[in-house]
Every structure is written in structure tokens, then in C-alpha cells.
């Protein structure tokens, strides 16, 4: 994924779609946020009036209680307004990173298994935790309050030019030096920023590629191993993370002593003008807080700007996520096939297929078929022949680079996606368990089942017998890919998904693989009782179970080199029947 090594805060454009949906809200905390930089700056009119009316010049008791009372007000006025803008602004920032995070997440779904041979599981998840978690720091949080200072600075920068014109001139000039030396440490921060996230997208990608493979590194004894690549992957991301912090902290610092140096010199000059007495000591009060803010404000704007940068690299990773196109998607203007009543029937016609990770190496080549409603068709043949691709194909997980698949009359390629996959039930050699119960992954094929329908289900598949002995039956928790379960039960809830589902096209690539001899027996008889009234292909390498299809195709090298029956094939002498002597012989 190639991105800009420099984002800027302009990146951060990528979020109006989702800004714009809240203007209300916006507005609301808008207002909230000026009458908040409002009452903070007539705090120091206020407290001028104080000095000079109620402690220098002459008036009763009552109305020094009544300046005091004057300054509560505004006291009270800041308490309301910041609390209104404090709860607003996190509203915001809540709702719109949430709303961030649920795109992102949705349009990653989207994405065809190509998206995912070049972009590690571990990185997108780590887009969607820390890059909206800076989002969410920034929308709910720095942003405001880096606008509320922006206003009160510049609020003050006006009153205090109104009261003081020659002061400030001077003052403003020290400012302005201020300036350059942050944009040229502020842009080694934005790098450093950008930096410092790919570092923990490495990391989190890193450790979740071995969570998944745990019993794999446990059975080669590897954990120290990959415990030291984990230190390593994270120590580069901690170095690099020091770097930004140093070179924000240099950031910081600077803008704090240039901004003090403002301050104490704006002092400096409006004591000497009390002592000159050109000026009131309430004003050089109300002149000492006004300098005060527009420091602080300063200083306040340093961090928020390095907030910005840091959000703005997250941005560019979240919007270029969203902004990834799925080669296999839905037409404009889709094709509706009719619903089969006894099947569907396929038609492969010339299929030129490779990976777009193996441009030079054909997986599948000049591929041509016939599948009749109703038919069982059994693929064959050695690894790497193109018998899972072809499924993949049929389920458009990728488009051939020359040739078409129909299904039921109409191109796939011209169906909607959804339409498509909802014709299709597949039982993969390695089942997939969610983490759920037993009766959340059988209804995953069917979300609207009844319980009744579900236990029909795994009736049919031979799931109930092991399923009511669990300890809290249908609704036991199979824990994260099914642990609980040995391999043969995880096969027969996903034969059960798939039955519910009650497709009119059904896939099975080796679904019995992992079924002891009984109960691949039972599975058997479930999966021919399944096949009934629909159309299946089956993927096996044990010829044993494929002898009763009704036509076997041998694929090899990508091509179809052989078909007919388990009788035909060994007649003919060909690569089936070499296959079949090499098992056969065997057992």
C-alpha cells in the first residue's frame, strides 16, 4: 500500500462525508464553543473593573460584592458553556469514529480474497483500532479544543491591539518569529507520525499472524522464536515512536519559551507604563491575563496542531482502505435468472485463469463444461490441478482473465453478487466456526431459520447426536473457531450450514475429510439425501467417495483432461485410472 510519507492536515478532508451528516450538532457545539471563548476573554474586563473600581477607587462594600458578584457571573457563564461544548464535541467525535470504523469495516468486507493476498489481517485491523482511535482524539477532543483557542486567541490578540496598538505591534512580531521554526519541526513530526503508525501496523499484523497459527508454533516448539520477532517488530515501533515524541517535545518546548518570552516582554512594557502612569494597574491586570491567553492559546494550538498531524497520517491509511476498489463486483444494470427448481445448471466456457499474486502461471487453461440441473459432478485430480479455483471462480471470488462461467442461462459476471452467492452452498475442507453457539454457526447459513429448522439441519448432517451431549446443548459456546469441537463435528456443523441454506447449487471440497470411518458413513448418506434436487460438485481426492457422481471430471494442469463415469475412466486407462490403482492399491 503506497501512501504519502508525508500527510498533511489537509488529509483530514477525507473525513467530511462523514462530518457532514451532524451539521446540526456542529453548529450546536460551534456556538457552545464561541460563547465559551467568550466568556473567557471578558473575564479580564471584569477583573480590570475590579481592580480599578473596587480596589483602587473609592465605592462601598456593596459594590465591591457586586464587581466580585460580576466576576462569578463570567465564572459561571464559562462552567456552563465549556460543559455544553466538552459533552458535544464528544458526542461528535463518538458517533462520527464510529461511524468511521463501521465503513471501513463494511467496505473491507466487500473486497475479493485478491485484496487480501497483499494486505496483512492484522494491519486492517489495526486501522480500524489505533488509526480511529487518533481520529476519535481529534474529532472528540484536540479539534475543539484547538478551535476554542484559536478564537480566544485571537480574541485576545484583538483586545489587546485595540487597548495597546504599539505593545502589540512588538508583541505580534515576536509571534511571527514563532512561526517558521514550527512549520519545519512540525513537518518532522507529521513524518515521524506517519512513521511511527505503519511501525504498530507491523507489529499488530505480526501478532496476529501467529494467534491464528498458534498449535503450528506451539508444535514446533517455536514460541520463544516468535516471541523474539514480536520484541524486535516492537521495539522498531517504540524507536520510532520515541523519535516523534522527541521531536514533538522539541515542538512543544519551543513554542511554550517563545510564546513565555511574548508574554514576560508584553509585561515588561505595561509595567513601565504603570510606573510612567499611562496606564491603570487595572488595565496592566486586564493586559497581563489577555497576554496570558494568547500565550497560552499559543501553546494549547502547538499540541493540537501535532494532534492534527499524527490524525492526519490515521486518516490517510482509513480513507485508502475506503478507497479501494474490489476487482469482482456487482453490474449497474444486473441479469435476474430465474429460480431453478431442480437444480442449477453451469456452463464453463473457456476459462483462462491465474492469481493475480502468479501473473505467469495458469491455474486453470482453456477450461470447458457442461453441468446439468440436477447432476452430480465429482472433480479429480492431483494438487495444483485447479479444483478449488474452480469453486472460487463459480462463487466470483475472482473474475477468468478470458472465457465465462453461466449459471441458470445468465453470466455471473452479469448477476448481482448477492443473487449469485445465494444460489450457492459451500462446505470447505478446512470449516470455518464462528464465535458462537452451536445454534448461531448452523443458522449462519440461513439467518431467518427457525430453532425447528436448525435442528433439521443437523439431523440431516448427523451433528444432533454430538451436539445435545454438549453442556448447554444447541446454545453451548463452540469458542473462537470452534476449539471446542474435534475437526470431524466442526465438518458436520458447516455440512449443516450449508443444508440449511438449501441451495439449488451445492460445493463440496472434501467435506468428509476430516470424518472418521463412521462418520463419514453417516455424512455420506446425509450428503446424498442433500444432493437430492439440486446440483453438486464435489472435490475429493479419496476416490472412493466421488465413484457413485454422475460424471467425473480429471482436471490437470488447469485443464479438463478426462470425464465419464468411475467405470469409463478406469476402461480408458488414463490418468483416473492411474489415480484409482495408486488409492485402491494402496488400501
Excluded at 23 to 51: C, D, M
Excluded at 140 to 154: A, D, I, K
Excluded at 238 to 259: D, E, N, P, W
Excluded at 461 to 483: C, N, R, S
Amino acid at each position: 500500500m503506497n501512501l504519502p510519507s508525508s500527510p498533511t492536515p489537509q488529509s483530514l478532508s477525507g473525513l467530511f462525508p462523514f462530518v457532514k451528516p451532524y451539521k446540526a450538532r456542529i453548529a450546536l457545539a460551534g456556538l457552545f464553543l464561541l460563547l465559551a471563548a467568550g466568556a473567557t476573554l471578558a473575564f479580564p474586563w471584569a477583573l480590570k473593573q475590579l481592580i480599578d473600581q473596587g480596589l483602587t477607587g473609592p465605592g462601598s462594600a456593596e459594590r465591591l460584592a457586586g464587581q466580585f458578584a460580576q466576576l462569578f457571573g463570567v465564572a459561571a457563564a464559562l462552567a456552563l458553556f465549556s460543559a455544553a461544548r466538552f459533552y458535544t464535541v464528544t458526542w461528535l467525535g463518538e458517533r462520527i469514529t464510529a461511524d468511521v470504523r463501521n465503513a471501513v469495516y463494511g467496505h473491507v468486507l466487500q473486497q475479493s480474497p485478491a485484496f487480501f493476498e497483499t494486505t496483512q489481517t492484522g494491519e486492517v485491523l489495526s486501522r480500524l483500532s489505533n488509526d480511529t482511535t487518533l481520529v476519535q482524539t481529534v474529532v472528540g477532543s484536540s479539534l475543539s479544543m484547538g478551535l476554542r483557542n484559536l478564537v480566544m486567541g485571537t480574541g485576545a490578540l484583538l483586545m489587546l491591539v485595540y487597548s495597546h496598538p504599539m505593545l502589540m505591534l512588538q508583541v505580534i512580531g515576536l509571534l511571527i518569529v514563532v512561526v517558521w521554526p514550527s512549520m519545519t519541526l512540525g513537518r518532522r513530526v507529521r513524518k515521524l507520525s506517519r512513521a511511527s503508525q505503519d511501525r504498530v501496523a507491523d507489529a499488530s499484523a505480526l501478532a496476529a499472524e501467529v494467534l491464528n497459527a498458534i498449535p503450528v508454533v506451539q508444535s514446533y516448539t517455536a514460541e520463544a522464536r516468535e516471541a523474539t520477532r514480536f520484541v524486535a517488530s516492537t521495539e522498531q515501533a517504540v524507536k520510532t515512536s520515541l523519535r516523534r515524541a522527541l521531536a514533538r517535545s522539541v515542538l512543544v518546548g519551543f513554542i511554550i519559551l517563545a510564546s513565555s518570552a511574548a508574554l514576560l516582554w508584553g509585561l515588561y512594557q505595561g509595567t513601565l507604563a504603570v510606573r510612567d502612569g499611562t496606564m491603570s494597574a487595572g488595565e496592566l491586570g486586564q493586559t497581563v491575563v489577555y497576554v496570558i491567553l494568547l500565550a497560552s492559546a499559543f501553546a494549547v494550538l502547538g499540541e493540537v496542531y501535532g494532534d492534527l498531524l499524527r490524525a492526519a497520517g490515521a486518516t490517510e491509511r482509513l480513507m485508502e482502505l475506503l478507497g479501494t476498489r474490489s476487482v469482482v463486483s456487482s453490474p449497474a444494470k444486473p441479469m435476474q435468472a430465474a429460480w431453478p427448481q431442480s437444480g442449477s445448471s453451469v456452463s464453463l466456457q473457456g476459462l483462462d485463469f491465474h492469481y493475480p499474486s502468479r501473473p505467469q502461471t495458469l491455474a486453470l487453461s482453456g477450461l470447458h463444461g457442461e453441468i446439468r440441473a440436477g447432476q452430480t459432478v465429482a472433480v479429480v485430480g492431483p494438487s495444483g490441478a485447479g479444483k478449488t479455483t474452480l469453486f472460487g471462480l463459480l462463487l466470483r471470488f475472482y473474475d477468468p482473465q478470458a472465457g465465462r462461467i453461466v449459471l441458470d442461462g445468465v453470466a455471473i459476471n452479469e448477476m448481482d453478487l448477492h443473487d449469485l452467492r445465494s444460489r450457492i452452498g459451500i462446505v470447505p475442507q478446512e470449516p470455518v466456526i464462528f464465535s458462537g453457539t452451536a445454534m448461531d454457526n448452523i443458522r449462519y447459513g440461513k439467518p431467518t431459520a427457525t430453532d425447528a429448522e436448525v435442528l433439521v439441519a443437523a439431523k440431516a448432517a448427523f451433528a444432533d447426536e454430538f451436539i445435545v451431549q454438549l453442556p448447554q446443548g444447541y446454545d453451548t459456546f463452540l469458542g473462537e473457531k470452534g476449539v471446542r469441537l474435534s475437526g470431524g463435528q466442526r465438518q458436520r456443523i458447516a455440512i449443516a450450514r450449508a443444508m440449511l441454506k438449501n441451495p439449488p447449487l451445492l460445493l463440496l471440497d472434501e467435506a468428509t475429510s476430516a470424518l472418521d470411518a463412521h462418520s463419514e458413513r453417516m455424512v455420506q448418506a446425509a450428503l446424498e439425501t442433500a444432493m437430492q434436487g439440486r446440483t453438486t460438485l464435489v472435490i475429493a481426492h479419496r476416490l472412493a467417495t466421488v465413484q457413485k457422481a454422475d460424471v467425473i471430471w480429471v482436471l490437470d494442469h488447469g485443464a479438463l483432461v478426462e470425464q465419464g463415469t468411475h467405470t469409463e475412466l478406469v476402461a480408458k486407462g488414463g490418468l483416473y485410472a492411474s489415480l484409482a490403482a495408486l488409492q485402491f492399491n494402496q488400501n
